[in-house]
Structure formats: C-alpha cells, structure tokens
C-alpha cells in the first residue's frame, strides 16, 4: 500500500523536461511575429523593430512587428508590459541593481523575451541573437558578424543577471565624434550598457566652488596647512568641523534635486594630497575615516531624500586604505588598481574593505595611453591571462561595480575589451576563455583563422616580448599568411584594419627609437598616419595627437596643425581613405624590415631545486660583487645549513617625494620543489618594522630550519637599500621570464659556466662586461641594444665560475643556470648541474 502510494506521488511530481524547440523561420519565412504590448516605451518598439531586422537579415525570412498579450510569437518587453503571463521569474524593477534581469524561454506556441525592465528587455535581445552566431567583436560595421542560418530554430529556458551591476570600460582622452556611435551601439549589443549610473568621479572642487560664498564667510572651512589655513587646489575641507560637513551634504543633495532620476552623487574627494591637519580632522581619524564619514553622512540624508540611492567614492590615493569606521551600505568604494598609498597590496586594501562589509567597486586601468601609446602587449586591457583572473577574482571578493579607464584601441585591446564584455556580465565566462577566442577567430577570420590566431599570440600581453622588432616581424607574417586566406570582403577588410594597426607601431618604434635630427620628421609621420587611420578605431588617435607632443618637448606642432584645428584647415590632417594597394605595400615593407631573432642558441631549462656549489670547488680569492641599491620588488635567494637569524640593514625612503608608499615590506618563504615555475613556497616570516624615512634600520629574520629562501623586499616603487649579512648566500635569479631587478644602478656578480657548455646564449644590453674564469673579457654590452647575443665559452673555460661587471639594466641567462651571486660560494645552482659536474 505505502510502495502504491510513493509511486503515486512520483507520478504526479513535475518533470524538468527540456525547453521545446521552436523554429524562428524557415524556407524564407518567419513563423512567429514579434508581439509588444499596446503600451510599450517607445524605447522597447524601435528595439523590436532591431530584433525583426536582426532576425530577418539572419534567416532571410521578414519578421513582422505586433502587439498582444504575449501568450504566443516572441513576447517582447518588460514585465509590466505583460501582466497577465505567468513566468515563475522574481523580478523586482524597483531595486536598483535588478533592473537588468531577464528571461529567455522557448513554449509551445513561441518565445519569451522578458525583461525587469525595457533595458533588461533589450539585453534579452542581444543575448538571444549572440545565442544564434550574432556578433559585434569591436565597433563599427566592419567587425559586425551577421550569419547566415535560413533555418533558424532555439531551444532555450535561462534567466540572467549581471555578474556586475556597473560594467564601464571607457574611454580616457575621450573620443572624436566618429567613434560615440559605434561604441555606444557596442556597448549595448555587448550588454555594457549599465543599469546603474555609478557616480565617483572626484567632487570636493564641485562642492567647494558651489559653497564659494560660504568659504568666503568662514575662512576656518579650509583645510590647515602647516599651521594656516587657506584656499588652496584641490581642495580637501576642514571635515572635522560639523558645520563644513553639513554644509557640504547640503550641496551634494542639490545634484539630486536637479536631477532626481540619477541613480547616485559622487563624494570622492579631489586629486592628491591636503588634507587638513587640524585636531578637529585627526580627531575623526585616517584620511579614510574623513572621507568615508563625510559619504557616510551624505548617504545617509540622500537615503531619506530618494531610499535606495548610492553614493560613489574611490579608495584611491591618499584615502585608499582601509577605514576604522563602518561603512554606509550604500556607499560604493571602487577600489583602484593603482596610484594607491599607504604601503598595502592591492589584495590587502580589498580584504579590509570587504572586512567593513563595504559595496566594493573596482576602478581599473585596462589601457591609458600616455603609459602604453596603443603598442601591442603593454596594457592589461590586452592581457588575456591578467583579465581571466582578474575580473571573477574582484567579485570573489565581493566588488559588484567595474570602471575601467580604457581607450579607443581596438588594434592592440579589441580581444580584450570583448572578452572582458563576456566576463563582467557573467563572470563564469572566464572558464570558456580558449572557446571564446575559438569563437572570434573563426567567426571574424573564417579561413583566415589559423594566422590570425598567431597574430593575436602576439599581442597578447600575456605573452610579453624582449625585442619589439621581432614581435612586428611576427605580426606582418601573421597578416601576410592571413592575407593569402581571406577569401571574403568583410574578413579582408578586418585584416586591412590589423594591417594598418601594425603599420603604426612600425611607425611609432621608428619614432621613439629616433635620432634627434630625425625626431620631429618621424613624430610627425605618426600623427598623420594616426588621424588617417583614426576611424577603424584601432588605435587611439585623439589622445595620442593630444598628449604626445605634451610630453616630448623635442618635437612641436605648428599652431594651425594642432589636434582641435579641423581637416581642410589642418595641413596634418588627411581624410582620404588608404587604398587597397597601399595596404599591401605595408605588408610587403614590414616584411622586408622587420626580421624575426632566430637564435643562434638552445636556450637550457633548468630545475628549480637549488643547492650550493660547495661540491663543485669554487674560487675563494674573487674581489666580491655587489647588486646596489633597487626599487620596487627585489627578490633574493639564500641558504642556510642551520636553523639561525638572518640579520638585514635596510633603509627605505631614498625617494624623499614616494615616502607615502608605506613601509619596506620584507618576506621569507621556504622553498621546495622540483621547477623554477611549480616552487612549493611558504610563507615563514614577515617585517613592515622599517619606515621610508632614509634611515638605516636593523631587521632580524628567523630562518627556522635548513634549506633554502626566497627573500622579497618591497617598496611601493620607492627606492631601497639592503645591506646583507656575510655569513649567507645572496643569490638573485635571473630568467627570461623573472629577471633582475632593472633599477640596479650598476652591478656586478658571479656566475657558473657548466661543464660541457659550448655557448652562453643571453638577453641583455646597454651597458657591461662578461668575463670569464681568468677575469679575460668575453663580450660587452656597452652600447648595444637589449636583445638576444651569445659568446663563445673558450675551451677550458666551461665547469668555471664566470663574472659580469658595470652592468647597468637586466641580463636574463638562457644556457647557463640564471643565478648571480656576490661570490663564488655564494652560488646557489641547480640540484642536477652540481651532482653532474661534481663527478
């Protein structure tokens, strides 16, 4: 009776069957109307109007634009457009961060396109025309891709959410007018067109200039600067003073009265440093807890005034590390991925954040042009590998808002800022990178695909390069090798675009290698080539005709060829479009110019277990080396027999102007493992005792057991020197993937030459001596270009301890084990390099 019984329940439970294939069209013929409500935003109609001529121009068919109630055709719109459709779907328009929820549902009698809201509504859309090989790669019609399916069918039942509520990836420099358009309809087809307008911007110039007669009244408002008080630029208010602050949330609340559909007011306070140093200010705690108690108090007001609006701020700068005080929920602190102070890791300034339950946002930096001119893998945007982890591991860590200052560089950032698109919507994504670079290369590249995937290799950032000249060579190969495939007008011209791409950075390395009497002609080359190609979007021209001449004081820019001078008026501006032929030709000269480095050396991998060379027998009688005194991470490698203290002299500060980077960070990790690139390493000691003050300082480190450590020695990029004991090894490695610190001033250190070694094959230049065992000079450095050399190792010289002098930069050991030392016996050499050679 009981076993009847549960089977007669089961039989009754509701199966998950999988959602009905529908056909969108078929034989030329739509067969379904798109169906709007009689009432539908005027926004939501001209959408459906997209969506048939999407459809249409698809699968050939004619899709016919209607209204109903959205119980059969492809129902489009919000969900208040169709209240009587039962969906199951929780949506909430109301809340600020749910608006752009959807769903896409296939039924028997058609297709639910349903938004929280119209904008929700139309990511629908483009999510189900990416469902059916629609693209939009980069702006523009030229990297449009529309299939061809005649036969066009979806079986589909999900609804969607953004991964982040915010999604901005902007241009900095902003943009001529050619480029607004084609980004903004980019930014819808790839659902970056935000449901939320996060405002954090810095505001204390606004606020102050809008409170200009107050000031005048009460001058004790200004911030006290070395004990007077004054107006000043960039002004940072006296914020322990109640009268200011409430003055200053009086002002931030009238940007909502002028505007009560915004969805936030920035707080952020202005650029660089100032603040008050009165009692008053200290009393309310850090810089962050000023700022954050003045975007508290804002907050608080505007959530009586408008309940569930944000307020913006950044963690940036001079107020980017943690505060001691609670966080209003609806402050949003975008925490920026660099000019950050404080001395704190990026990582640590998000964990003590997210320890104040703050709504954290990210304010990034993917590309910004006066750091990277557009060149091909100099920026994150480009790094494939750095955007993957980045973005999921931020909204691990609970940030819901990215901005992501960018630039108009599709040439060397498109992948990129596309693949980012994917991620920042659903940061899953990030698990299906190899199929959505599959994806483009075959859609955007067709035959064409197998080069192209070796072109975009190489812009990658992910993968960085030693010698630019080799990278162009492999770029115009890759483009030439494409060239011979495309067999489409559409795939020729993208490769007619990457084309011209590659030809700007020929055109720019010319420049910034230059001569001085050739400086100004080869500027100038750049920028007319620059505004020529500006409309492919590939790189950014606006900015770079802008800034370049701005900071290269060598070169000028007559007044009628300035960038605002229009063309026709402008004798550097030239509208006429390159010609096919020219195209080629650029080809065919990049060939002919750039060669790529064929190695006259097999570069040697080595393993990463390290040992001393006691065994080998080394000299005892060399002068000792020394590395000088670095910047930034330098990294040391030594070893003990015993467990003992390993005792530093350390003086930070030696940039008096970079003192606000926080105090020297020293950590130790036991090493193990069998590979420089799988190290097993932990963390056994850490000291942030030493200030950057320019002193010199004693820091004492236990080595608990024997073996071998990795010593890290951070400065935020100041300057730092460390004084290291005698009685241990300093080693520092250097490979072609990790090598020395460059800020060595001047250096010199030992090196082994193993026993059967024939050449050393390195990478290095500018400045230096490579010497062997009898102190004879092998080869110099002086003068060359960094790049791929060798020398010969005379006979007798290998199972030798070589040196290096003078040298001035990095110098990465490719044949060799990449290990320099201050002495002989200090080596530290790959495990299997002296159990060979000792025998």
Known sequence: MIRSLVLLLLANLPLTAAPPTIELADGGKARHQIIVAEKAAKQTRANAATLADQLGAISGAKFEVATGDGTTGIAFGSITDFPTLTLGVDFQPRQTTRREEYLLRTHPKGLYLIGATDLGAQHAMWDLLHRVGYRQFFPGKTWEVVPSVPKLSISVDATSAPSYHSRRIW??????????????????????????????????????????????????????????????????????????????????????????????????????????????????????????????????????????????????????????????????????????????????????????????????????????????????????????????????????????????????????????????????????????????????FGRAKEPMAEFYRQIDGANPHLVADDQLARMYRALDAARKLADTPAVRKRLDDLTLYTRYVSLYQRYAMSEPKNRQATFEDVIRFAYRMRTTMMIHSLALYRDLPNRDKTVTVPSDAKFNVP??????????????????????????????????????????????????????????????????????????????????????????????????????????????????????????????????????????????YKVTISDGQDRTSVVWPTGLPQVVLSTQDQPINKTYTQWMAYFYVPKGTKVIGFFGGEHGEIRDSEDRPQFWLNGRANGFYSCAVPEGQDGKVWKVRFVRGTLRMLTVPPSFARTPQELLLPKEVVEKDAK
Not at 204 to 223: A, H, M
Not at 278 to 305: F, H, M, R
Not at 390 to 408: C, L, N, Q, V, Y
Request: glycine share 10%; hydrophobic share 35%.
């Open 171 to 444: 241009y900095g420099y902003g943009a001529w007018d050619y480029a607004k358009e084609p980004y903004r309809d980019w930014c819808e087809k790839n659902r970056t067109a935000s449901g939320v307008d996060l405002n954090t911007g810095h505001a204390y110039d606004g606020l102050v200039s809008g409170l200009k007669v107050e000031f005048e009244r009460n001058p004790d408002w200004w911030p006290m600067l070395k004990g007077e008080r004054k107006p000043v630029r960039n002004p940072k208010p006296c914020l322990g003073n109640p009268a200011v602050r409430e003055a200053l949330v009086r002002q931030s609340l009238k940007k909502f009265d002028a505007n009560p559909n915004i969805d936030s007011i920035s707080v952020d306070p202005s650029d660089g440093g100032g603040w008050c140093e009165c009692p008053k200010c200290a009393k309310l705690g850090s810089v962050t807890d000023q700022a954050i108690t003045l975007a508290n108090e804002v907050a608080e007001a505007l959530e009586k005034k408008a309940p569930g609006r944000l307020v913006g701020i950044y963690a940036y700068n001079y107020h980017s590390p943690p505060p001691s005080v609670a966080v209003h929920p609806n402050v949003v602190v975008s925490v920026a991925t660099a000019f950050i102070k404080g001395g704190q890791t990026l990582d640590e300034i998000l964990n003590g954040w997210a320890a104040k339950k703050t709504t954290l946002g990210i304010r990034e930096y993917y590309s910004v042009n006066v750091w990277d001119r557009d060149l091909p893998g100099h920026t994150r945007g480009g790094n494939l590998a750095y955007l993957q982890r980045t973005i999921p591991e931020f909204h691990t860590k609970g940030a819901r808002f990215m901005s992501a200052e960018s630039s108009d560089n599709w040439g060397p950032n498109g992948l990129g800022y596309y693949f980012a698109s994917r991620m920042l919507w659903d940061v899953n994504e990030a698990k299906n990178k190899d199929a959505i670079v599959a994806d483009f290369l075959e859609k955007a």
């Open 567 to 708: 063309a026709g008026r402008n004798p550097w501006k030239n509208d006429e479009p390159f010609a096919t032929t020219d195209i080629a030709q650029f080809v065919t000269d990049g060939l002919a110019n750039h060669k790529p480095v064929e190695l006259d050396f097999k570069p040697v991998a080595y393993g990463g277990d390290l040992v001393p060379i006691a065994k080998l027998k080394p000299p005892t009688d060399k002068p000792p080396g020394e590395f000088g005194i670095g910047r930034g991470v330098q990294t040391f490698h030594t070893f003990t027999g015993k467990a003992e203290t390993l005792e530093l002299k350390i003086t930070g500060g030696l940039i008096a102007h970079y003192r606000d980077r926080g105090n020297v960070k020293i950590e130790v990790w036991k090493l193990g493992g069998a590979s420089q690139t799988g190290e097993k390493e932990t963390l056994v000691a850490t000291d942030r005792s030493t200030p950057p003050d320019g002193k010199e300082y004693t820091v004492k480190l236990p080595l608990k057991e024997a073996g071998v």
